[in-house]
C-alpha cells in the first residue's frame, strides 16, 4: 500500500470554502470554519468520513465576482477567507491528521482588478500590455475574430481609451493572460512554486487547456449547436499544444517538491483532449477530470462505455479520475429523480467509491444535499444573474453545508452569503449520523471499506459482460484480492450469473449491499439484486 502514491489510494474532498462553515459569523465560510471540521473529515476513527485530502476552491484575493475565480493577487490570502497564517495552521492541522491539501490554482486570467490588468489598459505602450491579449478590430465596431465567451456574447470586449479589443473567454471582468509572452508563464510558474514551498499538496488547474489560444487568431469554424457558443468548433481557442507544455512544466515543477498533485479542468466535448494531459501517465498531469463521466444520464450501459472508453484510452501509467459533482453543476442528488434519489445515491456512491480511479466527492453530497433554487434577489453567480428567469446559474450547488437542524443549519451564527437550503432540518450531518441505514454512513462504510482494501484503492478493473441490462458490474484485483461490484440501475429486481471464479477452490461472500431485507448469508449461487441496489462481493 505504501508503494501507491497517495493521490491514487486516496479520495479528494472538494470543499466550496465559502460555504462549508463560517468560524467569525461573518456569513461566509474561511478557513478557521475548515479547521474546525476536519474531526468530521478524518479523524482517524470510523466515525469520520476518513477522506484522504481536500480540495479548496480559489483562496486567493479577489472581488469574488465569479466564486474566486478572478484573482487579483495570487500571493495572498483573501482576508473575507482568513490570513496566511490560517493556512498555515490548516495545513499543520491537515496534515497531522493525514489529510492533504490541494488549491484551486487559476492559471487561464485574472480579475480585471488585478494590478497586472489595471497597469495593462492604462496605455498601449504599457510593459504590462503584452500580459493580456490586446488587438485591433478587423473593421470599425468588429471584433477581431468570431470567438464566443463560453458564457455567451463575444469573447472581445472593446476598451474605449485604447481603442483595442482584449481577450476574455468567459466573462469581461475576467481577461486572459497572455501565455505567448515568457514574463506571463515565468511568473505563473513562480505562482505555483510559491504555494508547493508553503507545503500545500498539489493543485487543482482551472481551465488548464485554456492558457494559449491560435496564435494567428484564426475564426472557429462553424458548426451545429443550441446556443452560439456551441455552434462552434472550438479548434483555435481551446486545446492548444503548447498548453500541453505547460502542464508537462508544471510536472517537473511539482516533481521536485514530495508527493505534490496536479490534476486538471479540461473543458472540451473530446474526451481524447483529457487523456492528453496525462501524457504517458508521468510526464504531464496526475489526474484529469473526465467530463464525460458527468454528462450521462442514469443509466448502467452509459456509464459502463464511459468507463470503459476511459479504461481503453489511458496511457500504461496513466491514472482515471471520477466525480459526480462540483460547484458548477446541478447537484447529482436532484439529478437522480425524486422519490428515487435516495437509493440511486446510493448505487452511485457506490460506483464512484469502487471504480479505478481517484474519486472527488464534493461537499454535502454525502448526505445528499439537493440543488438549491435561490430566489433573485439572493443571486451571487454573474451567470445566474445574467440569464435570470432561466435557472442555469451555479448557486443552488454552493448553499451552505448542512451540518445539524438549527439556525443557519449550523453553518453560521450570522445571515448566510447564499440562503440555506429548507432541506436543512431533515437533511443534515447531524440526523444522518444517528440513522444506521442514512446516505452519510452508507458513503462512511464504503470509505472504510475502499481504505481498508488495496483491491478497491489500487487494484485492476475488469468489467463483468453478457449481463442484462441495467447492471453495471465489474470486478476489482490486487494481488490475491479480488472484489465484484454489481450496481442496478433499474427499479427492478434482476437476476444475474455469478461473476467468473476467481480461482480454483474459491467462493463468494457478500461485503456490503444496499438491501434493506435478506442480506444475512444470502445465498451467492446466482445474483438475485433488488431494485436500485449496489452489492459488493469478495472472493474467499
Known amino acids: 500500500m505504501s508503494e501507491t502514491p497517495w493521490w491514487k489510494r486516496g ?5 466550496a470554502v465559502s460555504s462549508f462553515a463560517d468560524s467569525n459569523g461573518d456569513g461566509r465560510g474561511d478557513l478557521r470554519g475548515i479547521i474546525e471540521r476536519l474531526g468530521y473529515l478524518n479523524d482517524g476513527t470510523e466515525s469520520s468520513l476518513g477522506i484522504d485530502a481536500i480540495w479548496l476552491t480559489p483562496i486567493n484575493t479577489s472581488p469574488l465576482s465569479d466564486f474566486g475565480y478572478d484573482v487579483s493577487d495570487y500571493y495572498s490570502i483573501d482576508p473575507r477567507f482568513g490570513t496566511m497564517q490560517d493556512l498555515d495552521d490548516l495545513l499543520e492541522e491537515c496534515h497531522r491528521r493525514g489529510i492533504r491539501l490541494m488549491m484551486d490554482l487559476v492559471l487561464n486570467h485574472t480579475s480585471s482588478e488585478h494590478p497586472w490588468f489595471v497597469e495593462s489598459r492604462s496605455s498601449r505602450d504599457n510593459p504590462r500590455r503584452d500580459w493580456y491579449v490586446w488587438r ?21 470586449e472593446y476598451d474605449e481609451p485604447s481603442g483595442q ?3 476574455h473567454a468567459f466573462l469581461p471582468f475576467q481577461p486572459d493572460l497572455n501565455w505567448r509572452n ?12 510559491f504555494w508547493l514551498e508553503k507545503g500545500v499538496d498539489g493543485f487543482r488547474l482551472d481551465l488548464v487547456n485554456c492558457l494559449y489560444e491560435d496564435a494567428q487568431l484564426r475564426d472557429n469554424p462553424p458548426k451545429l449547436g443550441l446556443r452560439p457558443y456551441l455552434a462552434q468548433k472550438h479548434i483555435h481557442d481551446l486545446s492548444q499544444p503548447e498548453s500541453l507544455d ?20 479540461v473543458l472540451t466535448d473530446a474526451p481524447e483532449d483529457c487523456v492528453a494531459y496525462l501524457g504517458d501517465g508521468t510526464d504531464r498531469l496526475h489526474l484529469s477530470f473526465y467530463l464525460e463521466f458527468i454528462r450521462n444520464r442514469w443509466n448502467a450501459q452509459a456509464f459502463r462505455r464511459s468507463v470503459g472508453w476511459l479504461e481503453d484510452h489511458l496511457p500504461p501509467r496513466g491514472w482515471p479520475c471520477y466525480y459526480l459533482n462540483n460547484h458548477d453543476l446541478p447537484r447529482s442528488y436532484t439529478r437522480l429523480d425524486g422519490k428515487k434519489a435516495d437509493a440511486r445515491a ?3 456512491a457506490a460506483m464512484l467509491l469502487t471504480l479505478r480511479g481517484t474519486p472527488i466527492l464534493y461537499y454535502g453530497e454525502e448526505i445528499g444535499m439537493p440543488s438549491s433554487k435561490v430566489s433573485h ?3 451571487d453567480d454573474p451567470i445566474g444573474r445574467k440569464f435570470w428567469p432561466l435557472r442555469v446559474g451555479r448557486d443552488g450547488s454552493r448553499t451552505p453545508m448542512q451540518w445539524s437542524a438549527g439556525v443557519n443549519a449550523g453553518f453560521s451564527s450570522g445571515t448566510p452569503w447564499l440562503p440555506v437550503d429548507r432541506s436543512y432540518r431533515v437533511r443534515n450531518v447531524e440526523r444522518e449520523r444517528e440513522r444506521s441505514d442514512s446516505l452519510l454512513n452508507w458513503y462512511r462504510r464504503l470509505l472504510s471499506l475502499r481504505k481498508a482494501m488495496p483491491a478497491l484503492h489500487s487494484g485492476d478493473y475488469l468489467e463483468i459482460d453478457r449481463l442484462p441490462e441495467g447492471v453495471f458490474a465489474y470486478t476489482r484485483r490486487a494481488e490475491t484480492q479480488t472484489v465484484a461490484v454489481f450496481l442496478n440501475f433499474t427499479a427492478r429486481s434482476i437476476v444475474c450469473p455469478r461473476p467468473p471464479d476467481p480461482a480454483s477452490g474459491r467462493t463468494w461472500r ?31
Open 377 to 379: 434577489g439572493t443571486l
Open 246 to 265: 505547460v502542464a508537462g512544466a508544471l510536472r517537473r515543477l511539482a516533481d521536485g517538491f514530495a508527493e505534490r498533485a496536479l490534476m486538471g479542468e
Open 182 to 193: 515568457p514574463a506571463v508563464r515565468d511568473e505563473m510558474l513562480d505562482v505555483a512554486r
Open 510 to 540: 457478500m461485503l456490503l449491499s444496499t438491501r434493506t431485507e435478506g442480506a444475512e448469508n444470502p445465498d451467492l449461487s446466482e445474483i438475485r439484486l433488488t431494485p436500485n441496489e449496489a452489492l459488493l462481493l469478495e472472493a474467499i
Open 346 to 348: 446510493k448505487v452511485a
Open 165 to 167: 479589443y482584449y481577450y
Open 136 to 156: 485591433d478590430g478587423r473593421a470599425p465596431g468588429k471584433p477581431p475574430n468570431d470567438w464566443r465567451a463560453v458564457v455567451e456574447g463575444s469573447a472581445w
Open 11 to 15: 479520495v479528494i474532498y472538494q470543499i
